[in-house]
Nanobody, 125 residues
């Protein structure tokens, strides 16, 4: 099991960009998925995006569609979350997590058994 550790968080102005990364295995079995979640101040942890190894499928929360992109790099064995057009409401702790959820449970925190420690993202002027 890959030890997860997020990198790339920080402070950025509204409209700016950040790229988060998390290590991934070189090979994975059917259904293996890496997801990004976030916990905004005063709110529960919520799904952001996911990359599913089967067919390299991607999934996004409505709040980030068109602004965030999740992708896998085989060159350095990472899964990244490219975040563009950031808004103050994107502020929070971002976590990567891995598991083998059924398709309909891709967005559920309970589907993932391996979690990173989280990285802080602050979007402010």
């Amino acid at each position: 099991q890959v030890r997860l550790a997020e990198s790339g968080g920080g402070l950025v102005q509204p409209g700016g960009s950040l790229r988060l990364s998390c290590p991934s295995p070189q090979n994975a079995y059917s259904g293996y998925t890496m997801a990004w979640f976030r916990q905004r101040p005063g709110k529960e942890r919520e799904f952001v995006a996911a990359f599913r190894w089967n067919g390299s499928r991607t999934y996004y929360a409505d709040a980030v569609k068109g602004r965030f992109t999740v992708s896998k790099s085989n060159a350095d064995n990472t899964v990244s979350l490219q975040m563009n057009s950031l808004k103050p409401e994107d502020t929070g702790i971002y976590y990567c997590a891995t598991g083998r959820p059924i398709l309909s449970a891709t967005t559920m925190t309970s589907s993932y058994t391996n979690w990173g420690q989280g990285t802080q993202v602050n979007v402010a002027s």
